[in-house]
T-cell receptor
Framework: GENVEQHPSTLSVQEGDSAVIKCTYS??????FPWYKQELGKRPQLIID?????GEKKDQRIAVTLNKTAKHFSLHITETQPEDSAVYFC????????????FGKGTLLTVNP | GAVVSQHPSWVICKSGTSVKIECRSL??????MFWYRQFPKQSLMLMAT?????????EQGVEKDKFLINHASLTLSTLTVTSAHPEDSSFYIC??????????????FGQGTRLTVV
């Protein structure tokens, strides 16, 4: 089955700096890669996603890049703000298999004011 | 976005009793729902895939007789934790997609259920 590795497990940055979280996946058939933000005790919220036919996607301060050959994808957050502090999860899925998501272990991002 | 509602949001039960958790898609039909378990400071681990009108598909290591899943309608899936024990205490979250046939791939999550077994 699919295995998703996520690094780092914790990340602390100063407000205004950029944050980068990296994930690798094992199943070359995976073709959908969402990123979720989860605050303590809350449900995961989708912040951005990318399909395998695209190399990069951007939404305001958030961007995701995908390297299919190397089987890795990254989340980039620019101009970080304290409200960006949360746990971020990457995930991988095969769209033909009901979009079953395999999650990375998460990154606790702390943005210091 | 689409709304998935999970109930209850928290429950405390005695060891040996059973607990039922409901997951509803409020404004869309979901032929497939997913049940995850999340221990403190850990990731979401898929327990099972709930299929409307058929048996659920369980992930390796998940006991189907302990975690009973019923997906009797296109808007409701239930997870029953039978004979709960303290080690079953966890955060249980369901998710659903709006329509498998559409281009949208976003999975919508319920708000989760914090189960504490004492």
């Amino acid at each position: 089955g699919e295995n998703v590795e996520q690094h780092p497990s914790t990340l602390s940055v100063q407000e205004g700096d950029s944050a980068v979280i990296k994930c690798t996946y094992s199943d070359s058939a995976s073709n959908y890669f969402p990123w979720y933000k989860q605050e303590l005790g809350k449900r995961p919220q989708l912040i951005i996603d990318i399909r395998s036919n695209v190399g990069e996607k951007k939404d305001q301060r958030i961007a995701v890049t995908l390297n299919k050959t190397a089987k890795h994808f990254s989340l980039h957050i620019t101009e970080t703000q304290p409200e960006d502090s949360a746990v971020y999860f990457c995930a991988a899925s095969i769209t033909s298999s009901n979009y079953k998501l395999t999650f990375g272990k998460g990154t606790l991002l702390t943005v210091n004011p | 976005g689409a709304v998935v509602s999970q109930h209850p949001s928290w429950v405390i039960c005695k060891s040996g009793t059973s607990v039922k958790i409901e997951c509803r898609s409020l404004d869309f039909q979901a032929t497939t729902m997913f049940w995850y378990r999340q221990f403190p400071k850990q990731s979401l681990m898929l327990m099972a895939t709930s299929n409307e009108g058929s048996k659920a598909t369980y992930e390796q290591g998940v006991e189907k007789d302990k975690f009973l899943i019923n997906h009797a309608s296109l808007t409701l899936s239930t997870l029953t934790v039978t004979s709960a024990h303290p080690e079953d205490s966890s955060f249980y979250i369901c998710s659903a997609r709006a329509n498998p046939g559409q281009a949208s791939t976003e999975a919508f999550f319920g708000q989760g259920t914090r189960l504490t077994v004492v």
